[in-house]
């Protein structure tokens, strides 16, 4: 039996949330879903740093079109990389938003309109409240590695600017060691827990072509093809809207029409791009083939 009251057990064992975010409204409504189950601090983005010593979850509400706010919220998230959920609201789901959290060390992002169900679930995913230890989990940096380098590729793909090449390999053969390692069904379940949507897939498309990989016993090299194939091989979907992508029912025709252009959209894209084997550019035309 605990030596606790009830109440206090639960107070003990409360998760330290803060919340960061741009306008004093966007703040209230954020700590109004919060505060009854968790303990919150909060601070506004014009602040000069971080308020909060050692979070187990940061909450960031910021309009991300806001240029001056993209270099405000990274100073202030500088000392916060070790906090292990860092939760984003993005309000507007467009591509180059959804990127550049994920740019900013997102482990999750969650688009549209606020939604109270879904954030409480995001923080208590993974949760031992037994011990009151957050998820610490050999996973989430990898996650958050991977789903950064798959950002900059969309980034690259909605802006015109050179993909990142270099980085796109690190991170494949970062994710093909940590496979290696662990296996591929903590990688798919850690991945179901942070992301949803075309970031999802293409986390999970890479995990399984990795994996697969490694089951035959293939060599560094093409271990190397087939998770850069991975990587690359929906990116076409940066030039489809996100309401299409994720829309939750079925896709009339023109829908269905306008998202089968994506391979060809990825390769006509890539192929201008230097370093690009051809090898890749045929599996970013043909994946669906």
Same mark, same amino acid.
């Not at 060809?264 to 669906?288: F, M, N, P």
């Given at each position: 039996m605990s030596p606790w009251p009830g109440f206090l057990t639960e107070w003990y064992f409360l998760m330290l949330v803060h919340i960061v975010a741009d306008d004093p409204k966007k703040l209230s409504s954020v700590r109004s879903i919060l505060e009854r189950d968790h303990a919150v601090s909060s601070n506004l983005l014009c602040d000069a740093a971080l308020k909060a010593e050692n979070p187990e979850a940061l909450v960031v509400r910021v309009d991300l079109r806001t240029t001056e706010n993209i270099p405000a919220l990274k100073n202030m998230l500088e000392g916060a990389q070790q906090t292990r959920k860092r939760i984003f609201l993005i309000e507007n789901p467009a591509h180059v938003c959804v990127s550049q959290a994920y740019a900013l060390g997102a482990t999750l992002v969650l688009s549209g309109n606020l939604n109270a169900a879904k954030l409480l679930q995001a923080l208590s995913q993974g949760r031992r409240a037994a011990s009151g230890q957050t998820e610490v989990g050999r996973d989430s940096e990898a996650v958050t590695t991977a789903a950064g380098a798959i950002a900059s590729l969309f980034t690259a793909m909605t802006s015109g600017m050179p993909v990142d090449l270099v980085g796109a390999k690190q991170s494949g053969t970062s994710l093909a060691d940590h496979i290696a390692e662990h296996g591929l069904t903590d990688w798919l379940a850690t991945v179901r827990r942070h992301h949803e949507g075309t970031y999802q897939h293409c986390l999970l498309v890479t995990g399984i072509a990795i994996d697969f990989g490694l089951s035959l016993g293939v060599g560094r090299a093409d271990l190397e093809r087939l998770h850069e194939a991975a990587l690359f091989h929906d990116v076409g979907k940066a030039k489809i809207p996100l309401a299409i992508l994720d829309k939750p029912g079925r896709l009339d025709a023109g829908e269905r029409a306008l998202i089968e252009t994506h391979?060809? +959209?990825?390769? =006509? +894209?890539? !192929? %201008?791009? !230097?370093?690009?084997? +051809? =090898?890749?550019?045929? %599996?970013?035309? @043909? @994946? @669906?083939?």
């Open positions: 391979p060809t +959209a990825g390769y =006509e +894209a890539l !192929k %201008a791009q !230097k370093g690009i084997s +051809a =090898e890749i550019l045929d %599996a970013v035309r @043909h @994946h @669906h083939e």
